[in-house]
């Protein structure tokens, strides 16, 4: 997709972070570490700073980013022959999070997982991470008190699961019960920016926030990688 980007005479800049966004008569200058760039229309999927971006550019998004990190394990290769398919659960309605399961990836290999527990750091990847500033944002945020207070034993199951193997072992072992733990071992993890309304609740649909000439992108929940075309031709579609 970089590659098709290039192609067409765009640029994509990394290690960018921005800094400013100035709203002129026609156009928008988006000031980052890395220069400035003028443009007519502005659409921001930022991801875990997608609702930062927006107030920068004088937007007042309802919903605040909380960060939850999915900890993932892969099974050893001895034991990748349990798993042929995906395999999933069947979803709670409750949560816009999937739960456990196992994937095959496409360069081999099965990851099982993920947990789902709360990061004290936008871009936490690790168990330690911790943002004073990220976790001012959330504790400060009476809609993640709402969440907390609703879903608290969810909560600390999850946390549990993040420090022991074998709370996680028994969750898989719902979807595969041969499953042993010395048939997995720790993988990488990723951070959600989940979306959380002022209520509490967590949202679990796609949630795009229009303004002049500026687009949004403030909550993209799966299958959003595997939608990103459809979701960016959706977009375009409306700037044209």
């Known amino acids: 997709m970089g590659d098709d980007i290039r192609e067409r005479d765009s640029e994509i800049r990394v290690n960018a972070r921005v800094t400013h966004v100035i709203?002129?008569?026609?156009?928008?200058?988006v000031e980052?570490?890395?220069?400035?760039?003028?443009?007519?229309?502005?659409?921001?999927?930022?991801?875990l700073q997608c609702d930062?971006?927006?107030?920068?550019?004088?937007?007042?998004?309802?919903?605040?980013?909380?960060?939850?990190?999915?900890?993932?394990?892969?099974?050893?290769?001895?034991?990748?022959?349990?798993?042929?398919?995906?395999?999933?659960p069947v979803p709670d309605p409750r949560f816009?999070?999937?739960?456990?399961?196992f994937t095959r990836m496409i360069h081999g290999g099965i990851e099982a997982g993920p947990n789902a527990v709360l990061a004290l750091k936008r871009e936490g990847y690790g168990r330690f991470s911790i943002s004073p500033r990220d976790t001012l944002s959330t504790l400060s945020y009476p809609g993640f008190w709402r969440m907390a207070a609703k879903h608290w034993r969810?909560?600390?199951?999850?946390i549990h699961r993040s420090f022991s193997t074998q709370a996680i072992v028994r969750a898989l072992q719902k979807l595969m019960p041969r499953l042993t733990i010395d048939d997995v071992?720790?993988?990488?993890?990723?951070?959600?920016?989940?979306?959380v309304a002022p209520d509490g609740s967590l949202l679990d649909d796609f949630h795009i926030l229009e303004g002049e000439r500026m687009f949004h992108?403030?909550?993209?929940?799966?299958?959003?990688a595997t939608a990103s075309l459809s979701i960016g031709k959706a977009i375009a579609a409306k700037i044209s």
Request: aromatic fraction near 8%.
């Open 23 to 29: 709203r002129r008569s026609d156009s928008f200058v």
């Open 32 to 47: 980052s570490r890395d220069g400035e760039v003028e443009a007519r229309v502005l659409i921001n999927c930022g991801g």
């Open 52 to 88: 930062r971006i927006a107030r920068m550019c004088g937007m007042q998004p309802a919903v605040r980013i909380v960060p939850f990190r999915g900890e993932y394990y892969k099974l050893a290769p001895s034991s990748e022959y349990l798993v042929r398919n995906l395999i999933y």
């Open 96 to 101: 816009p999070f999937l739960g456990v399961h």
């Open 154 to 158: 969810m909560s600390l199951g999850e």
């Open 185 to 195: 071992q720790r993988h990488g993890s990723g951070v959600r920016a989940q979306a």
């Open 217 to 224: 992108v403030l909550n993209a929940p799966s299958p959003a």
